[in-house]
């Protein structure tokens, strides 16, 4: 099974940019990936996926601040700018099926997860 691990989470102030990897231990071409965060004491929420044609999802509060890319058969990226202070969670690459972007930015089809990486913007 593939894992997943996450790195380039940090501190910035609102306007900054971050960006986030994830690499997995094996060619992800048959999966779905995607990004997605939780808030302390929220739900875990989409927040941009990629499938294995290429075809990318983002979540309306993202569209044109971040952006889902893979840059080879097993790196995952989020370039994420303009941040906002609501901006702040922890994030989690995540890997599924490759039917897990049907149907919009849905957290269940997704099985494999990574350990997470904090983003903390500030005001």
């Known amino acids: 099974q593939v894992q997943l691990v996450e790195s380039g989470g940090g501190s910035v102030q609102s306007g900054g940019s971050l960006r986030l990897s994830c690499v997995a231990s094996?060619?992800?071409?048959?999966?779905?990936m995607g990004w997605f965060r939780q808030a302390p004491g929220g739900e875990r929420e989409g927040v941009a996926t990629?499938?294995?044609?290429?075809?990318t999802t983002h979540a309306d509060s993202v569209k044109g601040r971040f952006t889902i890319s893979g840059d080879n058969a097993n790196t995952l990226h989020l370039q994420m700018n303009n941040l906002k202070p609501e901006d702040t969670a922890t994030y989690f690459c995540a890997a599924g099926p490759g039917s897990a972007c049907v149907g919009g930015l849905r957290v269940a089809p997704f099985n494999v997860w990574g350990q997470g990486t904090q983003v903390t913007v500030s005001s």
């Open positions: 990629i499938d294995q044609n290429g075809r």
């Open positions: 094996m060619a992800s071409y048959s999966y779905s």
